[in-house]
């Protein structure tokens, strides 16, 4: 498993893990969730405790709720859910609180991850300079 920091050239390696993850789980017809990630990369550490404070902590738009069993998207093609889980675990792993986890690090590292892709905030609205 990545060493977790809070840099982008962590970042970009957690993208790509998760992208090999989801496709490890592909070939061996298991549920791509939060909960076969965690157990995945951290085996026996990924405890009911560590993986309920991962998705407690994912916050998402129109209060959506994601739990451990629920199917993930690909990161490719829906990346929001996938930056929320990669924060959530970044904020549990370092003991930081989620907003102290650097966000622009965490979408640039995808664009670079997936070059090909649309970045993460192409429809944010940005605030017009004067």
């Known amino acids: 498993m990545i060493t977790i920091e809070n840099t982008q050239e962590c970042f970009v390696q957690l993208w790509l893990q998760l992208e090999r993850t989801r496709r490890l789980f ?4 298991r549920r791509f969730c939060i909960r076969n990630i ?5 085996g026996t550490r990924a405890t009911d405790d560590f993986i309920w404070e991962v998705y ?5 738009d129109d209060d959506q709720q994601v739990y451990g069993y629920d199917a993930l998207p690909p990161p ?14 970044v904020s549990v792993v370092l003991g930081i609180g989620i907003r102290k986890v650097n966000l622009r ?26």
């Open 76 to 89: 490719k093609l829906y990346p929001r859910k996938h930056r929320e889980f990669l924060r959530a675990l």
């Open 38 to 42: 965690l157990k995945e990369w951290y």
């Open 56 to 60: 407690n902590r994912i916050v998402l």
């Open 26 to 29: 592909a070939e061996h017809y």
């Open 105 to 130: 690090a965490l979408d640039s590292a995808y664009s670079i991850a997936f070059p090909h892709s649309t970045a993460i905030n192409v429809n944010k609205k940005k605030t017009p300079t004067l």
